[in-house]
């Protein structure tokens, strides 16, 4: 096929080596890309949410499927203007986006579709918020209720903090108050046609800055997958209980989602009221993570470009569910001095082809470009290095031998990347 990917973050390079994986002769264009992903597939300068830009060099160059990557194009409504042409696209509209691009909308779907999932207050000043956070009491959870790459969320016990993070994200809309959710964090991807889901493998993602779970949250320092610790039957009772609710309440109201479907989990550690342990929606996001698009699709034996087109035609009902090797796969995020609060950028990034050297070892760049001779860091999170292994102990210990031979003046990352299901 001829394909579109729409994008620029380690996400998306993570597609285009997947996609090119199957060796099936696919022609594939990158907008606009990154330094990294250039060396694999040819990168043009697009704007991925200019809808017009991108449906025309689409049918200029006879696209045969579009795969949007990033959830800004997403909201702002790209895929609508694709499917107005008849061009296959795997993304949702810009109506069934809102369930990641507004907090409050994707309670409201959740509410009208039984999914469980936390209480939550929007408030739209400092007032309501305060009450909201004393009614809810600590572990204090606010959210900005539109996109924010990934630093809209902020989970403390310290009420003054809270409320300053309420009232950053105030300037910029409304926020959302809700009750602190205890367990265990679970990614789970799923196709989408609009009627039908298929799961694929799930993650878990550390979104907090440093070691331990400290410090600030980020767009995501590493993942891995599988999930070994989850009980049986976890991913049929998602798709009953979460997912296909979810997609059967946007079909009804005329927005049908076809796409990713990002299911933020909770997996509760049950209580003497409550022994068995319940699964909840912590939140939505209308695209493949990053980082855990990292670690899934690497572990995907089905092709992907067949699974990504059926999603776009409606063509899921009736496909097997996806095929995943046993390898286990580990991911690692280096950052930039500075991230996320001030990263400092333009640094020189060196040692890339002795860490690919390592058996099992590729690199996904999110933030590079080549200037001269040079290949730069160019925003916060710069690469997703990746790892597999017959085991988690041997993927990590490749991922972190791949770290020590790059080289980033400032460059941090965190060193309990799937530490404890390695043991």
Request: proline content about 6%.
């Amino acid at each position: 096929m001829r394909i579109l990917v729409l994008g620029s973050g380690a996400r998306e390079h993570a597609i285009v080596t997947a996609l090119l994986s199957e060796n099936a002769g696919h022609e594939i264009t990158v907008a606009p890309g990154n330094a990294g992903i250039a060396t694999d597939a040819p990168v043009i300068a697009l704007d991925p949410s200019n809808g017009e830009v991108v449906t025309g060099f689409a049918l200029d160059n006879a696209i045969d499927l579009v795969i949007v990557g990033p959830e800004a194009p997403l909201v702002a409504g790209v895929a609508d203007k694709l499917r107005a042409r008849g061009i296959p696209v795997f993304g949702p509209g810009k109506a069934a986006a809102q369930l990641e691009g507004s907090k409050t909308f994707a309670k409201r779907i959740m509410e009208e579709a039984g999914v469980p999932t936390g209480r939550a207050v929007r408030a739209s000043d400092i007032a309501g918020v305060a009450a909201a956070l004393d009614s809810y009491g600590a572990p204090y959870v606010v959210k900005a209720d539109g996109l924010a790459a990934g630093k809209g969320v902020l989970v403390t016990a310290d009420r003054d903090a809270a409320l300053a993070h309420a009232e950053y994200w105030l300037s910029h809309g409304g926020v959302l108050i809700e009750e602190f959710l205890a367990g265990e964090e679970v990614s789970l991807f799923l196709l989408s046609d609009g009627n039908t889901v298929l799961p694929l493998s799930p993650a878990q993602d550390y979104k907090r800055l440093g070691d331990g779970d400290e410090g600030p949250n980020t767009g995501g320092m590493g993942a891995y997958s599988p999930l070994p610790w989850l009980p049986a039957g976890f991913v049929d009772e998602v798709i009953e209980t979460i997912a296909l609710p979810t997609v059967r309440q946007l079909a009804s109201e005329n927005t049908p989602f076809i796409g990713l479907l990002y299911c933020g989990l909770i997996l509760s550690d049950g209580s003497p009221a409550e022994p068995r342990r319940s699964i909840r929606v912590i939140e939505f996001n209308a695209r493949f993570g990053d980082p855990e698009t990292q670690v899934v699709l690497p572990r995907l034996v089905t092709p992907l470009s067949g699974l990504l087109y059926a999603a776009a035609t409606g063509g899921l009902t009736g496909l097997p569910r996806p095929e995943f090797s046993d390898d286990v796969a580990v991911t690692v995020v280096l950052a930039s001095e500075g991230y996320p609060e001030a990263p400092v950028t333009g640094r020189a990034i060196t040692g890339l082809d002795t860490a690919l050297a390592i058996h099992g070892v590729t690199v996904a760049h999110a933030a590079t470009a080549v200037s001269g001779d040079e290949l730069l860091a160019t925003g916060g999170r710069v690469l997703s290095v990746v790892a597999t292994g017959a085991d988690f102990a041997e993927a990590r210990s490749r991922a972190y031998l791949a770290l020590e031979a790059i080289e980033l003046e400032g460059g941090q990352y965190r060193t309990d990347i799937a530490a404890k299901v390695s043991e």
